[in-house]
């Protein structure tokens, strides 16, 4: 492992970065004590070990380890993504760690309530998050999706690629600025006409799910925003069409057809674009 391209070195040669998430040893007080990193270093960690102690300690006093966690520690460690349950007045909420730390943050199904929850509350569940029935969008999914507060100006500011049958075809890119969002084949090797046809996949995806003709705009950007931060906290296709719904007009008599501005064709470069945290 690396950190900006340093390593920490032991005395017997080998090269070790301690990075968050790794399982570790240390030599404590004459013991030697297992812990996973909170926060790795080049010269100095953060572990908390599996007997309760949280130290911050030299890099290189660290050694990687093979022991598991034990169970005891594994049932009040939570990560983003982790299915989880609590007990409130309203009884047992559910839902999915958005954010892990110290004290979880936690979006309840539906992404209806945010809460904070102590470790000590909250409980890893089985209970699956709900989904939507089978659909021929399927074949569409969203990865490497990250978004910036600092550029989000008019609109939400991010970058993700989008794969088809599991294969990354499409780098999005959102610029906050209220541009429309920009949509480039990652490789020349993939069609041209891979805009128009998840443009068109999610046009159908909306209708299937209720969606009125004359409500549908930029389906592409629906989905991809919808895909990434609200399906995997339970909000369904047609939860997602209820709310676009609500309050839409009715459908005037006559409404031309207008295509939507994917923002034209452009080569993907990777080296130009990111953002800082």
């Known amino acids: 492992m690396s950190d900006n391209g340093h390593t920490a070195t032991w005395a017997g040669g080998r090269d070790y970065v301690p990075a968050e998430g790794d399982r570790v040893t240390a030599p404590i007080s004459g013991e030697t004590l297992a812990g996973s990193v909170v926060k790795g270093g080049i010269h100095e960690s ?18 990687p380890s093979d022991i598991p966690v034990p169970d005891h520690v594994r049932a009040r460690t939570f990560r983003k993504g982790d299915r989880v349950e609590f007990d409130h007045w309203s009884g047992t909420r559910h839902g999915v760690v958005a954010r892990a730390g110290k004290v979880p943050r936690v979006y309840t199904d539906g992404r209806t309530d945010v809460f904070d929850v102590s470790p000590g ?6 209970v699956p998050v709900r989904r939507d029935p089978p659909h021929p969008m399927d074949a569409w999914s969203v990865a490497d999706y990250s978004h910036s507060d600092a550029y989000s100006l008019k609109s939400r500011a991010y970058i993700a690629k989008v794969a088809l049958d599991g ?4 780098q999005v890119i959102g610029s906050g600025l209220g541009d429309p969002t920009r949509y480039g084949r990652i490789r020349n090797d993939v069609p041209k006409s891979v805009v128009g ?3 068109s996949a999610a046009r159908q995806w909306l209708l299937d799910h209720g969606m009125p003709e ?8 629906v989905w991809v925003e919808w895909k990434a931060q609200q399906a995997p906290y339970g909000i369904t296709a047609a939860d997602l069409v209820e709310r676009l719904t609500r309050d839409l007009p009715p459908a005037p008599e006559t409404a031309p057809e207008a295509e939507a501005d994917m923002g034209g064709e452009w080569e993907f470069d990777e080296a130009s674009y990111g953002y800082a945290p």
């Open 46 to 63: 953060t572990v908390q070990f599996d007997n309760g102690r949280r130290m911050t300690l030299l890099s290189s006093f660290l050694e």
């Open 167 to 170: 294969v990354p075809v499409l």
């Open 121 to 126: 509350m909250l409980r890893h569940s089985d």
């Open 197 to 199: 046809d998840l443009e």
């Open 214 to 221: 004359h409500g549908i705009a930029n389906p592409a950007d």
